[in-house]
């Protein structure tokens, strides 16, 4: 029963966002301009080179639409993740955990901002011009690569927010570690890896999984060698990666909840 209570939850909240229209129009155009602004840093930084890492501008902005379309959908459902300090501080949490329903699809489901879409559609423009842009063979498994990517990118983000929001549970003020990773995830996934240096290299790429949620994939349609040597399945790896990020992300949140000890308030 408790399956279709996310659903309700997640209804109305939609619901009472959609009956303030202007509201929301402002807010969904706003967000389409955020997005839009890292979209410019990328024409600008073009006008001055002709490629980036090995790769065109067309290239790189196929990237940076699979990277955003993901971190637009993993914001909508896991962003509310933000908020976990103040569950814990002013002892909510505590709330969540006497409900018979799993605390973190209870978190997710609180705040859903639909004006998040914006970011999405934003992406979705810019994807679907970097498509028609660049040259890809096209074959059914790359059509099916090309709607799995974002999927999955949003997949590997959540579990990221999920776990470096754990850490909230130790440290009640680590908001700010937090988003260091989840956002800064974001800015390194919308550009070529091989650009960055080999610590940070490892550290976003492979320790957290950011090179599969735009890099590899990309890497994969346009039929390209990896400038840093991986074989060319790698570029198809990235559901499977995204279902190990989860599972890892469940076992870390699950040991973090196990191990709440309350605020004491």
């Not at 559609?121 to 074959?139: E, K, N, Q, R, T």
């Not at 990517?149 to 440290?171: L, R």
Request: glycine share 8%.
């Amino acid at each position: 029963m408790a399956e279709f209570i996310y659903p309700k939850l997640i209804g109305a909240r939609l619901r009472s966002q959609l009956s303030y229209r202007a509201s929301f129009a402002i807010d969904f155009v706003t967000q389409v301009i955020a997005q839009g602004y890292e979209l410019v840093v990328i024409l600008i930084l073009f006008t001055q080179i002709n490629a980036l890492g090995g790769f065109s501008q067309n290239e790189v902005l196929l990237m940076y639409a699979f990277a955003g379309a993901a971190f637009g959908v993993a914001d909508l459902f896991a962003g509310q993740l933000d908020h976990l300090p103040t569950y814990i501080r002013t002892g909510n949490f505590d709330v969540l955990l006497m409900r018979p329903l799993r605390t973190l699809p209870q978190i997710m489901c609180s705040d859903i901002r639909l004006r998040r879409v914006g970011r999405i559609s934003g992406a979705l423009a810019v994807m679907f011009y970097a498509l028609a842009h660049v040259p890809i063979d096209w074959s059914p498994a790359k059509v099916l690569l090309t709607v799995l990517t974002p999927v999955a990118g949003a997949v590997i983000y959540s579990a990221v927010w999920v776990v470096a929001c754990s850490i909230c549970f130790w440290i009640v003020e680590g908001r700010e570690f937090a988003n260091a990773v989840t956002y800064g995830s974001n800015a390194f996934t919308s550009y070529p890896i091989n650009v960055y240096s080999r610590p940070l290299r490892w550290l976003m790429a492979f320790i957290v999984p950011g090179a599969f949620v735009a890099y590899y994939p990309s890497l994969a349609l346009l039929g390209k060698e990896d400038p840093l040597g991986l074989p060319g399945w790698v570029g198809w790896t990235s559901p499977l990666v995204a279902a190990l990020a989860a599972g890892v992300a469940a076992l870390v949140w699950r040991f973090a909840v196990r191990h709440y000890r309350g605020t004491g308030s």
